[in-house]
């Protein structure tokens, strides 16, 4: 199958997920507890159903990697599938509106196809390699700010599960970037902010909290990319690992937000 037909049924897949999840916003529980502060709720493990079902009846030969489930998938694999099937799950369970489905197809470990929507907003960010990316089917381009004083950041701000020297160097790294950029948000749903930074509607997205994975970042990597927007893992070599701080930005202010995070 052509890339661009597996772009349009990704961007059906995630709408029919995102429809889902809507039934159950407001009215989640809490499934499984994942750690002290994590958690996965009802509606994460549904949603990961329907996507894995509806892939393996499309894509039986083809390999899944999904938040929830964990399937066994070796990223360099000719074909693999990267779902997080709600990104955002604590903004969810909350009653928050910032969270996605996000919905990735890699080939020997490259993103071809990114695929992220936004329930709520009814925003589809969709990406193929080579193809550009679009929301809602109109081309979308990272923005062209070149000073951090006039750019606006969205962050995953620290947290308290890295080391104690760790956490104190995040928490500077995070005030410091305050002093050095005109404004900051935080919305806690890393695949939205990377659409953000695609879409130009903000300059950069850092990540301060250490704790970023690939089912996080595999979709919104590819928007970033198509967009004109740059990409990178300030700690680890690629952004293969299951945990990285990534940080994403517009061509013009990549190297500066580097020297920050």
């Known amino acids: ?31 499984v507890q994942k750690g002290k502060n994590d958690f996965a709720t009802d509606a994460d493990l549904a949603s990961e159903k329907l996507i894995i079902r509806e892939i393996g009846k499309k894509f039986p030969k083809h390999q899944i990697l999904a938040e929830e489930s964990s399937a066994d998938c070796q990223l360099s694999t000719e074909n ?11 903004n ?3 009653g928050l509106p910032n ?16 695929v992220i929507y936004s329930p709520i907003s009814n925003q589809l960010f969709s990406a193929r390699k080579g193809g550009g990316s679009k929301l809602n089917g109109k081309k979308i381009q990272a ?7 006039e750019s606006m950041i969205v962050v995953e701000i620290p947290r308290k599960h890295t080391s104690g020297k760790r956490f104190a160097k995040d928490i500077k790294a995070f005030t410091d970037a305050l002093s050095k ?19 130009g509607g903000v300059d950069a997205y850092l990540d301060f909290s250490r704790n970023t994975k690939i089912w996080d970042v595999a979709a919104g990597e590819l928007i ?9 893992d300030v700690t680890l070599p690629n952004l293969k690992f299951p945990n990285v701080s990534v940080l994403a930005s517009n061509a013009q202010l990549h190297s500066k937000f580097k020297k920050i995070l």
């Open 80 to 90: 693999c599938w990267i779902i997080d099937p709600l990104d955002g799950t604590k």
């Open 92 to 94: 969810f369970h909350f």
């Open 1 to 31: 199958m052509s890339l661009i037909k597996t772009q349009i049924f990704a961007e059906k897949l995630a709408k029919k997920a995102g429809k889902l999840l809507l039934t159950k916003f407001g009215k989640s529980k809490i499934a």
């Open 99 to 114: 969270w996605c489905v996000s919905i990735a197809l890699q080939q020997n470990g490259e993103s071809v196809v990114g």
């Open 181 to 199: 950029v005109r404004r900051v948000r935080a919305f806690a749903a890393a695949a939205y902010d990377l659409c953000l930074v695609g879409m």
């Open 224 to 232: 970033v990319r198509e967009a004109g927007g740059k990409i990178s």
């Open 143 to 149: 923005s062209k700010t070149s000073k951090l004083n």
